[in-house]
Nanobody, 127 residues
Framework: QVQLVESGGGVVQAGGSLRLSCVAS????????MSWFRQAPGKEREFVAA????????FYADSVKGRFTISRDNAKNTLFLQMNSLKPEDTAVYYC????????????????????WGQGTQVTASS
């Protein structure tokens, strides 16, 4: 059974930083691309960032480019999201998701591309 468990969320002031982690178990973590999504109250779940199996390819939503960094440690089955210069509009529940493949095509931002999801961790950036 595949499990993804996020941690690291919290409340910070605007301009602050947080580092999210997602620990995976149940299958070979290093075989699959991974992504972060987020969902704010009353809004649809939206793509944040993606990383391929070997960390040689990353992709970001325009809204977080230059502020967030996605990374992974395959030896520790862990995905990370370093979030700097947080803004109130970054407030949401953040989810990690495991892709069905090692890398992605044009549908990387589509939730249907992902096979497994974590339970989410709340991030609040207060103004």
């Amino acid at each position: 059974q595949v499990q993804l468990v996020e941690s690291g969320g919290g409340v910070v002031q605007a301009g602050g930083s947080l580092r999210l982690s997602c620990v995976a178990s149940g299958r070979t973590f290093g075989d699959y691309a991974m992504s972060w999504f987020r969902q704010a109250p009353g809004k649809e779940r939206e793509f944040v960032a993606a990383i391929n199996w070997s960390s040689t390819r990353v992709f970001y939503a325009d809204s977080v480019k230059g502020r967030f960094t996605i990374s992974r440690d395959n030896a520790k089955n862990t995905l990370f999201l370093q979030m700097n210069s947080l803004k109130p509009e970054d407030t949401a529940v953040y989810y990690c998701a495991s892709n069905r493949k090692a890398t992605w095509g044009s549908t990387v931002t589509d939730t249907a591309e992902y096979e497994y999801w974590g339970q989410g961790t709340q991030v609040t950036a207060s103004s």
